[in-house]
């Protein structure tokens, strides 16, 4: 028997939970809640399931497997704790939580409960990415010197939620959001925590209270220094991360195409093809669950990429560097 998957929000990324659940024999979604009744029905009668406003009632209702939390960040803590405590996993999206404090309070449901959790950090699931980390770890580049990642896009944008951008709601703005897939991306890629912080960010949205870029200076346990610079603010979207090491570079676009220096232009690799990164996630799920083990995206390894955020507001705020 397939396990029962209820997905809570059906908003912008329910559908890559729900496709994903479509394509695995091991998976059946059952049910979909939003507090915004019409956008559950709209949803489930796509994919031919229940609809639900309150994610409690369709918990205790459904009593699914697996449920997957794609609600606002705000939310995070209080659905895990609740899904946890009725026995389901967890396919928590990123970030964790709003805080190490929230992230502690979820791990702690988790533990108690036996269940398993896997935070969407998406970015270890992504073909360009495992490829560039492939090509690292080989050492056919010579020894890693530094990274520097840069992202720009319209985060004020008028599509955008009105949650993201009113910090008690989301944790923070663009480096909430995705400095955190940032951070993660070069931890991951280096196999190292961040160790060292500084930041800077500025705060000029048209709307809510979040910042709008930021620009962060770490370093890595292993002492690699890298950068984070984005912008929320209007421009030409970017997404670019740049591998330098002493025998050549990558550089990597994320989600879209990798490229390798060894001293001359850039050309391309191409990844090896692989099955969607939201496919992957649910597979990595489901061999946890299976094997009652953690999955590779480990519940302290996302609490992590949460204290790394947090060191980068408070170094932001004091201007004064952050040692984790
Ligand atoms: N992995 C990725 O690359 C990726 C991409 C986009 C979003 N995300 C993450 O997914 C999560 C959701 O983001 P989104 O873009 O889909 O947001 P969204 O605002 O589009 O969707 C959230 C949904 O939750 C609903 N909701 C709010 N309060 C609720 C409640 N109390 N009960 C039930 N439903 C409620 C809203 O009505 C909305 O439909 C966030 O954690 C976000 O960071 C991850």
Redesign the pocket.
């Known amino acids: 028997m397939p396990y029962k998957v209820a997905v809570?929000?059906?908003?912008?990324?329910?559908k890559?939970h729900f496709d994903a659940i479509a394509k695995s024999d091991s998976y059946s979604a059952c049910a979909v809640?939003?507090?915004?009744l019409p956008?559950?029905e709209a949803v489930a009668s796509t994919y031919g399931i229940r609809a639900y406003?309150?994610?409690r009632e369709l918990i205790v209702t459904e009593r699914p497997d697996v449920v997957a939390?794609?609600?606002?960040?705000f939310?995070?803590k209080d659905?895990a704790i609740f899904a946890a405590e009725h026995g389901c996993h967890l396919m928590l999206?990123?970030?964790m939580a709003l805080n190490v404090a929230e992230c502690d309070a979820i791990i702690e449901a988790v533990r108690k409960a036996g269940v398993r959790m896997l935070v969407?950090?998406?970015q270890h699931y992504i073909a360009e990415n495992i490829q560039a980390k492939r090509i690292l770890s080989s050492g056919e580049l010579g020894e890693l010197v530094m990274i520097h990642d840069a992202r720009h896009l319209n985060y004020f944008q008028d599509s955008r939620?009105q949650?993201?951008l009113e910090k008690d709601k989301?944790g923070g703005g663009i480096l909430a959001?995705l400095g955190t897939?940032s951070i993660d991306k070069i931890q991951w890629l280096t196999d190292s925590a961040v160790h060292k912080v500084s930041a800077s960010t500025t705060h000029f949205g048209r709307r809510g209270d979040v910042e709008g870029s930021g620009i962060i200076y770490l370093e890595l346990a292993s002492g690699i220094p890298a950068t984070i610079v984005q912008s929320g603010y209007l421009g030409a979207n970017r997404n670019e991360t740049e591998i330098i090491c002493t025998g050549g570079m990558l550089k990597l676009l994320t989600g879209s195409s990798l490229w390798i220096s060894r001293g001359g232009p850039y050309e391309q690799v191409a990844p090896e093809p692989i099955a969607s990164?939201?496919e992957l996630q649910y597979a990595d799920l489901l061999e946890a669950i299976q094997a009652q083990h953690d999955p590779s995206c480990t519940p302290e390894y996302a609490r992590g990429v949460i204290v790394a955020l947090e060191a980068v507001y408070r170094a932001a705020e004091t201007g004064v560097e952050q040692f984790l």
């Open positions: 809570l929000g059906a908003g912008a990324i329910a890559s809640a939003d507090i915004h956008r559950a406003q309150d994610y939390i794609a609600l606002p960040h939310l995070h659905a999206e990123k970030p969407g950090h998406t939620p949650w993201f989301s959001n897939h990164s939201f």
